[in-house]
């Protein structure tokens, strides 16, 4: 259903004009809610993972390149507005040209995550994100994730939404194909959840106990979790606390740490 528009103030538009990411993702509130997926690549992962589109925004001259995005869902309204109306969308270069409003899905919970992944015969390995606050590195660190063959993607409720567009923008979409979920305070009943599936968990951390990452004792078990905290703060004591081990990248040259994405490449690529 195609829609020329030349004014994007019309009601209908606010999912891509006008709404911030909260009120996208409570659109339906207490359903859930919208994200939007920029650029066709991003959207074709999406909707190849089974997310289904609200709507469709796209400049006229990407029109016949959107095609195979949109002709699939002859009842969703396709908007389509000329170069130099949708470029007042903040954020627009880097769409190329193609917007489109998807439906977020029911999290079914982090046990159905873990218990889905124990039918696999063979080593697990999951990350599990505590805290981070910047969209940039929840997406990078799932796309780190999905590049060095982590099984599955952790995060408590006071991360970045990994379905904002930042997230999505960075992580190039691969938050569509690492399998996801939220999981509880970690010291108040997250850890024990993966202690619940046989998990040992190591947190990343600085201390004066820590193990180095090529431990050997890591590499042993059959099923890892590795809990990676806030920029700045990194993890809770309490985390720290409830995890079987801490475990640190050595560092050279008197610096004491890398940047959060950074470091969990490291990790994953050590240990996976």
Same mark, same amino acid.
């Given at each position: 259903?195609?829609?020329?528009?030349?004014?994007?103030?019309?009601?209908?538009?606010?999912?891509?004009? *006008?709404?911030n990411?909260v009120?996208?993702?409570?659109?339906? *509130?207490?359903?859930?809610?919208?994200?939007?997926?920029?650029s066709?690549?991003?959207?074709?992962?999406?909707?190849?993972?089974?997310?289904?589109?609200?709507?469709?925004?796209?400049?006229d001259?990407?029109?016949?390149?959107?095609?195979?995005?949109?002709?699939?869902?002859?009842?969703?309204?396709?908007?389509i507005?000329?170069?130099?109306?949708?470029?007042?969308?903040?954020?627009?270069?880097?769409?190329?040209?193609?917007?489109?409003?998807?439906?977020?899905?029911?999290?079914?919970?982090?046990?159905?995550?873990?218990?889905?992944?124990?039918?696999?015969?063979?080593?697990?390995r999951?990350?599990?994100?505590?805290?981070?606050?910047?969209?940039?590195?929840?997406?990078?660190?799932?796309?780190?994730?999905?590049?060095?063959?982590?099984?599955?993607?952790?995060?408590?409720?006071?991360?970045?939404?990994?379905?904002?567009?930042?997230?999505?923008?960075?992580?190039?979409?691969?938050?569509?194909?690492?399998?996801?979920?939220?999981?509880?305070?970690?010291? *108040?009943?997250?850890?024990?959840?993966l202690?619940?599936?046989?998990f040992?968990?190591?947190?990343?951390?600085?201390?004066?106990?820590?193990?180095?990452?090529?431990?050997?004792?890591?590499?042993?078990?059959?099923?890892?979790?590795?809990?990676?905290?806030?920029?700045?703060?990194?993890?809770?004591?309490?985390?720290?606390?409830?995890?079987?081990?801490?475990?640190?990248?050595?560092?050279?040259?008197?610096?004491?740490?890398?940047?959060?994405?950074?470091?969990?490449?490291?990790?994953?690529?050590?240990?996976?």
């Amino acid at each position: 259903m195609q829609i020329l528009v030349d004014d994007l103030s019309r009601e209908e538009l606010e999912v891509f004009t *006008e709404l911030n990411e909260v009120q996208l993702a409570r659109f339906y *509130e207490p359903r859930t809610g919208l994200f939007i997926a920029e650029s066709d690549k991003v959207a074709i992962r999406a909707l190849e993972a089974g997310y289904k589109p609200h709507s469709f925004l796209i400049e006229d001259k990407k029109i016949e390149r959107a095609r195979p995005l949109f002709e699939p869902y002859p009842d969703v309204p396709v908007y389509i507005a000329e170069h130099d109306a949708i470029t007042t969308i903040t954020g627009y270069n880097l769409t190329g040209g193609i917007l489109v409003a998807m439906y977020r899905r029911e999290m079914p919970g982090p046990a159905a995550l873990l218990s889905a992944l124990a039918g696999e015969d063979r080593p697990l390995r999951i990350a599990v994100l505590e805290g981070l606050v910047n969209p940039a590195n929840v997406g990078a660190i799932i796309r780190n994730a999905a590049a060095l063959s982590m099984d599955a993607v952790l995060v408590t409720r006071d991360c970045a939404d990994p379905l904002y567009r930042r997230a999505i923008r960075v992580g190039m979409g691969c938050v569509f194909q690492v399998p996801w979920d939220y999981i509880p305070v970690l010291a *108040e009943g997250g850890i024990g959840i993966l202690k619940q599936f046989g998990f040992h968990t190591a947190a990343m951390a600085l201390s004066g106990d820590s193990i180095p990452i090529d431990d050997p004792v890591l590499k042993s078990y059959d099923r890892l979790a590795l809990v990676f905290g806030a920029e700045g703060d990194g993890l809770k004591p309490s985390t720290i606390a409830s995890c079987d081990h801490i475990v640190k990248i050595p560092m050279h040259a008197g610096v004491d740490s890398l940047n959060v994405a950074a470091a969990s490449a490291v990790a994953f690529w050590e240990l996976c």
